[in-house]
């Protein structure tokens, strides 16, 4: 009996450390944190309308556990300190509300969570977890080792910079969220970003083009944020989402 227990233990870790050993571990099939921050910083440097501010971007798996945290400008105080968990929170509800046949980004979920909107209370439904969301060393945060990354953080967004992430064999992934300027830049540069990262494999949504991209009327749209037309602009020359063949 204690050598089969033996047996059973070296095989449960055998196990353990092939998963550790995966390429990526649970994050396999997500970008890097280099491969975000790189990412994140061509999307940053487009024409987003906005503020032309520096930004965060976080990514979560399918678990909601964070896979990688990134900032654009020369250190971690270069862009809102408060983006930070807000891009967290961002990637968390879109990989919490999107499915593997119908993505929401969290652009598409403003209008209906409003007083009398149809989802109205959804973004009282997960807090963020303060502990993970603020664990030390601040001198991490965006780093490869920030604090959050291993952890999930939970919270719901409703504004724009959260996409889901399709792989080209159209399975979900996990999620994207960025924050640091206006929600509207912040949609336009996450979606930049997915784009680049080449996990936009969308296969249906409620925004236009049947996808989800941001809409500024109807039921699952979000108001401009500061110029109208250079907004509506700016989603028009948005990349296309790919689509499977």
């Excluded at 990354?149 to 724009?160: A, D, S």
Aim: include cysteine; charge should be neutral; aromatic fraction near 6%.
């Amino acid at each position: 009996m204690h050598n089969a227990r033996i047996a059973v233990l070296g095989i449960a870790l055998f196990n353990i450390g092939r998963a550790l050993a995966a390429p990526n571990g649970p994050c396999t099939g997500l970008p890097t944190h280099a491969q975000l921050k790189a990412a994140l910083k061509d999307a940053r440097g487009a024409q987003n309308g906005g503020f032309n501010l520096d930004m965060w971007a976080t990514l979560v798996n399918r678990d909601g556990e964070i896979c990688a945290v990134a900032f654009t400008g020369k250190d971690r105080g270069a862009q809102w300190p408060g983006s930070r968990v807000i891009s967290a929170q961002k990637a968390n509800t879109a990989n919490a509300f999107s499915l593997p046949g119908l993505a929401l980004s969290t652009a598409n979920l403003y209008t209906a969570v409003q007083p009398g909107g149809s989802l109205f209370g959804l973004q009282e439904s997960n807090p963020v977890d303060a502990h993970v969301a603020y664990a030390s060393p601040s001198t991490a945060w965006g780093q490869p080792n920030d604090p959050m990354v291993g952890k999930r953080i939970g919270g719901v967004n409703v504004f724009g910079g959260g996409l889901a992430l399709y792989n080209a064999a159209g399975e979900l992934i996990g999620a994207v969220g960025v924050s640091g300027d206006s929600s509207c830049a912040d949609h336009a540069i996450a979606w930049r970003v997915r784009s680049a990262i080449e996990l936009d494999w969308v296969p249906a949504g409620v925004g236009p083009g049947d996808v989800d991209q941001i809409s500024f009327t109807g039921s699952w749209s979000q108001p401009h944020c500061k110029d109208a037309a250079a907004e509506d602009a700016v989603v028009k020359a948005l990349p296309a989402t790919r689509k499977k063949k």
